[in-house]
């Protein structure tokens, strides 16, 4: 039997305000100088990737720990209770599952670890002596969630009609290269409904099955 896999977008893990990398520099007191950067990156998002680094130098001199530690709590608050239902029933059915994200490493290592994730790829802080420099040492945006799955498609043998990809922002859409199925999280949200197989919402996911 041929292995297939399903790629989750964050927002469909996660509940949030403004989106993981942002989230967690507000409860770090940062709140002021998120919403500034999400008022420009809303400008920009459709022409292309911008805010990353941006958001990365609001993470200098903050511990690695204190970093986790914020995280473990806002992942245990804001998980959608259905994705955990969902990805039991996709383990019985011998899925491979993954999660592609811009968010930080540190908030996709927690993901991975909470919901058994076979793989949890983000955006890697530079740390220095386990403290947050600021800046970064791989950024993952749009064109790189390609590039990633791309790697991944190889690295488990899996062919392209087996990859599913449930997406949930603009960003998501290149990852369409790579796989056969895109499923739009709360899909109306962007303009890419004729590229979308489906739209569910997180109380519909055992929808996809039918």
């Not at 955006?123 to 947050?132: G, H, Y």
Request: net charge positive.
């Amino acid at each position: 039997m041929n292995k297939k896999l399903i790629i989750f977008g964050p927002c469909t893990l996660l509940k949030g305000e403004m989106g993981r990398f942002k989230d967690v520099l507000v409860l770090l007191g940062k709140k002021k100088e998120v919403q500034k950067i999400d008022r420009e990156y809303q400008k920009r998002r459709i022409s292309g990737p911008w805010g990353l680094r941006e958001l990365a130098k609001l993470y200098r001199g903050f511990r690695e720990d204190k970093l986790k530690q914020i995280t473990l709590g806002y992942c245990q608050k804001y998980l959608i209770s259905e994705v955990k239902e969902f990805i039991k029933e996709l383990k019985k059915r011998d899925f491979l599952i993954g999660a592609i994200s811009a968010n930080p490493q540190f908030v996709m290592d927690t993901l991975k670890e909470i919901l058994s994730l076979d793989f949890s790829e983000g955006t890697e802080l530079e740390f220095k002596d386990r403290v947050a420099t600021g800046k970064i040492e791989r950024k993952v945006d749009r064109y790189i969630k390609v590039e990633i799955l791309k790697g991944k498609r190889k690295k488990y043998g899996l062919k392209k009609e087996n990859i599913i990809v449930i997406g949930d922002s603009i960003t998501d859409l290149p990852m369409v290269k790579e796989a056969k199925v895109f499923i739009g999280f709360d899909g109306k949200r962007e303009d890419a409904g004729d590229i979308y197989k489906m739209i569910i919402t997180h109380e519909k996911l055992c929808d996809i099955f039918k």
